[in-house]
């Protein structure tokens, strides 16, 4: 009997991954990672999650582990983001929990451990292109979690299986209440899992590093309003700008860290038609020509195409991506892999 | 695989209720189910078995009946002697970097003092004379550690005490002492003493705190006043009457369990170390013979899911509250690395552990941590 070793967050899907893995005739046994150490939403170091994870284990018949990753998620995950805060980079902790944490160091154990396959409730599918395995979209396109998994290549691909990509969340906690998990109604994480949504970013960051007040700025270089923390604002930003009451919409263009101003205009300054990208990874060979790219976890994919050194090309003037976020590439419904916008991609003598 | 196929070695974490506990115990969860407090004869049934308890409690443990107060258990007792002896004129608690969290977490929450052990887990003594003054109001150190098994000396220990902060109550947990160590001869050198019945073949959920009646600590719960006041809430009678009856029978085959479970530790350890990167903690000398623990090159929580997956039951550090393993603050605290303690595993017997147990450790241990070696070398994962 194949063995597959299941993480289980103490969400409804990965709850329903595993009941579907046990179904499959799979010897199943569950895991859940402890990641951090301080508050989450759900209790110090997301104990209520574990429990949670640990009872549907139990109503399913099997063997539940929890693996202490506290130390590895502080190094790879949360000092990262913090220091890429510093940098002028708006960061995607998710992004790096999957790529270090569950398909590094989750994918390695649960090789060393003797399981098959390791297998997560991520709305994925893992398809076949002629012979080798490839990541798609989920089937349900409002939970589609392709983005966030873009950087599993083809070699780690192998070892996985998503087995709730041909179904639609609904479909998910259909399945969940049916079999009676405590997890079928539970509502579904949002945010970053290490803030807390009482704390918020800005005091969580403010505790770990200095932000630095800052200068708005229009394009001729006016000073049009100020900033707290200038390390918060995103590139595309419209929210929380403090322009003194100015009613027209303006957003953040530009924001340079060593002199503390961001330039802030309308929506139509903010469009360019390439995104200078760095830190590629592909999920098999590296592609040149024409992609659909996805700049957000749940934003749409455009056309666009990559050249030779990488950089991307919309075929249409798009907004600038800010700097620290993946651009995920796909071909229809597979991801062929990403990278990430690099600082400087947006600057305002950039765009055209 | 069946129950008989178990190889457990995890009595540290909690014993198999003995079948002449489970007998004595069955009549008071039955029939005889009085409140204690009460006046009638069913609750007279009910009182006489709580006192009857009380009294084999004190014959073992050589104190007064009145200094027996029962409790939940060793996390409750330990509290209470912690909680209960500090005071506005007396502020300051005192203990070993070692003590089980049950006396650490409050001994740090009151803003007490953590004194410094040795690479065997033995108290500084020096350190600890120079902790104490006159704000002290309690010192706790336990008998064995419930990690590494490392046996106190508490005779030194109580003398710098006596010595250095006499208005001080000496508290020690005796839990994991119980099955090895004489408790007479322990209380003789302290003013208080925790026990539990689930170390000792007794049931979950009960426990003492014995403390003489010169000393009363002040109470955590307070209610209907039972305990002498000192521990309100309605007695479990027949978690008591299974403790009295585990301990005694704990007390009287003492001499023997030690004998025979010190031949198994010898042979769990001499086997355990022939494994390459495999050290015992502490000597054999200077622990009880039912602790074996050992320091592995490879991740406890890796080791204990392939031995678990063979029918063997271990443990390694203490868990958090969600399950997940943490360094061992015993291992740091005796100057090991976070390397070191991250490989930590202890392999605990009492009543029931034999050969056969031991026949099996040593024949699944040595390829499960080789397979873990193996891999963690290739993909120079620490």
């Not at chain 1, 999650?49 to 998620?73: C, E, K, M, P, T």
């Not at chain 1, 998994?149 to 179904?167: K, S, T, Y």
């Not at chain 2, 001869?185 to 403390?211: E, M, T």
Request: proline content about 4%; overall charge negative; charged content about 20%.
């Amino acid at each position: 009997m194949k063995r597959a070793l299941v993480a289980m967050s103490g969400g409804v899907d990965s709850s329903v991954a595993a009941a579907l893995m046990v179904e499959s005739g799979y010897e199943v046994e569950g895991v859940t990672l402890r990641l951090w150490g301080g508050d989450s939403d759900s209790g110090c170091c997301s104990v209520s999650d574990v429990d949670d994870a640990r009872r549907v284990a139990q109503q399913l018949g099997i063997v539940h582990h929890v693996f202490n990753y506290a130390d590895s998620f502080d190094e790879v995950v949360v000092t990262p983001y913090v220091e890429a805060h510093g940098a002028g980079l708006t960061p995607n902790p998710c992004i790096e929990c999957n790529r270090h944490i569950k398909f590094h160091r989750l994918v390695e154990r649960s090789d060393l451990l003797g399981f098959d396959v390791l297998v997560t409730g991520h709305h994925v599918r893992k398809v076949d292109v002629a012979g080798r395995p490839r990541l798609a979209r989920s089937v349900d396109d409002t939970k589609d979690q392709s983005y966030v998994l873009h950087m599993i290549d083809e070699e780690v691909l192998a070892r996985c299986e998503f087995p709730l990509g041909d179904m639609t969340k609904a479909d998910v906690r259909d399945r969940a209440a049916k079999l009676g998990l405590r997890t079928a109604h539970k509502p579904e994480s949002q945010d970053v899992c290490f803030i807390t949504s009482t704390e918020g970013r800005s005091r969580f960051l403010g505790e770990r590093m200095v932000l630095h007040a800052g200068e708005l700025v229009d394009i001729d270089g006016t000073v049009v309003g100020s900033t707290e923390a200038i390390e918060l604002i995103t590139i595309g930003q419209r929210r929380g700008l403090d322009l003194g009451g100015s009613t027209e919409r303006r957003y953040a263009l530009d924001v340079d860290l060593p002199s503390r101003r961001v330039v802030v205009g309308p929506a139509e300054q903010l469009e360019t038609n390439a995104v200078r990208l760095a830190d590629h990874r592909w999920v098999a060979e590296a592609v040149i020509g024409p992609v659909l790219a996805q700049v957000s976890a749940h934003g749409e994919s455009h056309s666009a195409t990559l050249d030779g050194s990488g950089q991307l090309f919309w075929d249409v003037p798009r907004r600038r991506v800010a700097p620290g976020q993946s651009v995920v590439f796909y071909r229809d419904e597979v991801v062929l892999g990403g990278a990430v916008a690099a600082l400087g991609s947006c600057s305002v003598s950039e765009s055209t | 695989m069946a129950s008989d196929d178990l190889c457990y070695l995890d009595h540290a974490a909690s014993t198999p209720l003995r079948t002449e506990v489970f007998d004595v115990m069955v009549p008071y969860l039955r029939d005889h189910f009085g409140n204690p407090s009460g006046a009638h004869r069913v609750a007279r049934d009910a009182r006489r078995a709580l006192e009857e308890a009380r009294d084999r409690v004190a014959e073992v443990v050589g104190s007064s009946p009145h200094d027996v107060v029962f409790t939940s258990g060793g996390t409750e007792s330990d509290n209470l002697a912690v909680r209960g002896f500090v005071s506005q004129e007396y502020p300051t608690p005192v203990c070993p970097a070692t003590e089980h969290h049950a006396v650490l977490d409050p001994v740090e929450h009151l803003d007490g003092r953590i004194v410094r052990v040795d690479s065997t887990g033995r108290v500084d003594l020096e350190h600890l004379a120079a902790s104490l003054d006159p704000s002290v109001g309690l010192v706790s150190v336990m008998a064995v550690n419930n990690e590494t098994g490392t046996i106190a000396d508490l005779a030194s220990i109580s003398d710098v005490v006596r010595s250095s902060a006499p208005q001080a109550i000496l508290h020690c947990d005796a839990v994991q002492a119980a099955n090895w160590l004489d408790l007479v001869d322990v209380y003789a050198k302290v003013d208080a003493l925790s026990l539990a019945g689930h170390k000792i073949g007794g049931p979950k959920g009960v426990g003492v705190l014995v403390v003489s009646a010169s000393a009363t600590p002040r109470p955590m719960l307070l209610g209907g006043g039972q305990e002498h006041e000192r521990r309100s809430g309605t007695q479990n009678v027949a978690g008591a009457v299974g403790f009295a009856a585990a301990l005694l029978a704990t007390t009287r085959d003492r001499a023997s369990q030690a004998a025979r479970v010190s031949a198994l530790s010898d042979r769990l350890v001499a086997g355990a170390i022939a494994i390459e990167g495999v050290e015992a903690t502490v000597g054999a000398e200077a622990r009880v013979p039912g602790i074996c623990h050992l320091t592995t090159s490879v991740n406890s929580e890796d080791l204990l899911i392939l031995l678990d997956r063979e029918g063997v039951m271990a443990s390694a550090a203490s868990s958090c509250a969600s399950g997940a393993l943490n360094p061992s603050h015993v291992l740091l605290a005796m100057g090991r690395s976070v390397a070191q303690a991250t490989g930590a595993l202890r392999l605990s017997m009492s009543h029931g552990s034999d050969n056969a147990q031991i026949d099996r450790l040593l024949e699944v241990l040595p390829p499960a941590i080789e397979t873990l070696r193996a891999a963690s070398d290739g993909s120079g994962r620490a």
